[in-house]
């Protein structure tokens, strides 16, 4: 099994650039989320899905956009990418929902100059 | 509003030594889980244990143990004689409606 898996693993983007980090899981779970992780500050939840057509915002969600159409899916778009955006992104999904075991991905280092 | 602290920014130890890893958690929930993550120099995210709100009762798995205590809102992590390969980011999480991570305790084992 591939597990959860994201592309691309690293990226630089200019300021005001947009981009789409992709995430892929292939165990048929219904949760996914995705994290930024900063130095100091642990994970902090960006947006989450409990589900094919719903989604949520989770502590820092403003400057990204998440669909969930497949349950497989769980893509996380930058709009207008900003120096503040830079970071190392986690995709994560889980079997039983906010309760259960996360399985997450390899992260992405996404670096906005 | 759910808070998790791990007040150890970052713990170094001797090989053999015994470890502990605070974590303070603050819920007003009555039901909620606790996590305990991995992430080694590698970079991955690795789950280890996952404790209910009504299970008080100590957990040990090969050198790890975990201690859960309700009435000091604590979910402590030891390492009983430490190994180089242990040195890794911890992160404690805590659950009651959304997942939320503590900082993390950054542990370094020197041989």
């Known amino acids: 099994n591939a597990g959860v898996t994201q592309t691309p693993k690293f990226q630089v983007l200019k300021t005001g650039q947009s981009m789409t980090l992709q995430c892929a899981q292939d165990?048929?779970?219904?949760?996914m989320s995705w994290y930024r992780q900063d130095p100091g500050m642990g994970l902090r939840l960006i947006h989450y899905?409990?589900?094919?057509?719903?989604?949520d915002q989770g502590e820092v969600p403003n400057g990204y956009n998440v669909s969930r159409s497949t349950t497989e899916d769980f893509p996380l778009r930058l709009l207008s990418a900003a120096p503040s955006q830079t970071s190392v992104y986690f995709c994560?999904?889980?079997?039983?929902?906010?309760?259960?075991?996360?399985?997450f991905g390899e992260g992405s280092r996404l670096t906005v100059l | 509003a759910q808070k998790v602290t791990q007040a150890q920014t970052e713990i170094s130890v001797v090989e053999k030594e015994d470890v502990t890893l605070d974590c303070v958690y603050e819920?007003?929930?009555?039901?909620?889980?606790l996590f305990w993550y991995k992430q080694p120099p590698s970079g991955e995210l690795v789950f280890l244990i996952r404790r209910n709100s009504f299970d008080e009762q100590n957990e040990i798995s090969g050198r790890y143990s975990w201690n859960f205590q309700k009435s000091t809102s604590s979910f402590n992590f030891t390492i009983t004689a430490s190994q180089v390969v242990d040195s890794a980011v911890y992160f404690c999480?805590?659950?009651?409606?959304?997942?939320?991570f503590g900082a993390g305790t950054i542990l370094r084992v020197k041989s």
């Open positions: 994560a999904s889980s079997y039983k929902g906010i309760l259960g075991e996360l399985f």
């Open positions: 999480a805590l659950n009651g409606n959304k997942l939320v």
């Open positions: 899905s409990v589900g094919a057509g719903i989604t």
């Open positions: 165990m048929n779970h219904e949760y």
């Open positions: 819920t007003r929930d009555t039901t909620y889980y």
